[in-house]
Every structure is written in structure tokens, then in C-alpha cells.
């Protein structure tokens, strides 16, 4: 499994809709896990950058491309997301350059 890091922004609808944002979230959590991905955790943030940010471990990119776009569909948020490498998987990235 390949861990992806997402950082949300709430949409204008999103705002209007905050009151149902954790519901949002426990939904989410549950497609995603019919995806066959695990929604690792889910953050509310502080800041001009971003809103949130969500933790998950997707079989592949194509799985994780199409949970992001389940979750923009709603109309709720938009999403940036980044594949992210612990330790062990750098250092097998590293053995390679040259």
C-alpha cells in the first residue's frame, strides 16, 4: 500500500455546509474503505493555507486519484494530494540515483 497525504479546502458550499463537516468525514472514511483504502485520520487545521488534511494508504495512484475525486464531486472541498515515502522507502529511492 502507498501512504498519500491531502490537503483540503472548503468550497463556498463547503463553508455553507460546515455544521456537517465531521458526518462528512465518517462517510468518507466508509467509501473509502469499500475503495479498499484505509483513511488513516482526518484533520481540521488553522491557517490561510489549507483547511484540512487527510491521511490514507491507497493500493495505487489510480485508487487514490479516484477517492479525491469521489470526495470533489461533492462539491464540499478541493484537494491536493502528494504520495508520501517513510524512511525505509527513501532509502530504497536513494540506492538508485546515481
Do not use: C, P
Not at 4 to 19: A, L, V
Not at 53 to 59: C, K, R, S, Y
Request: proline share 0%.
Amino acid at each position: 500500500m502507498a501512504r498519500f497525504i491531502t490537503t483540503i479546502k472548503f468550497t463556498e458550499q463547503g463553508i455553507q455546509n460546515i455544521k456537517d463537516t465531521s458526518k462528512r468525514a465518517s462517510a468518507f472514511k466508509s467509501g473509502a474503505k469499500k475503495m479498499g483504502v484505509k483513511v488513516k485520520d482526518i484533520y481540521w487545521t488553522l491557517g490561510a493555507a489549507f483547511d484540512g488534511a487527510i491521511v490514507f494508504d491507497a493500493q495505487d495512484d489510480e485508487t487514490a486519484k479516484a477517492l479525491m475525486l469521489s470526495l470533489e464531486s461533492q462539491g464540499n472541498v478541493q484537494t491536493q494530494t502528494a504520495r508520501a515515502f517513510n524512511a525505509k522507502e527513501m532509502d530504497e529511492i536513494l540506492s538508485k540515483v546515481q
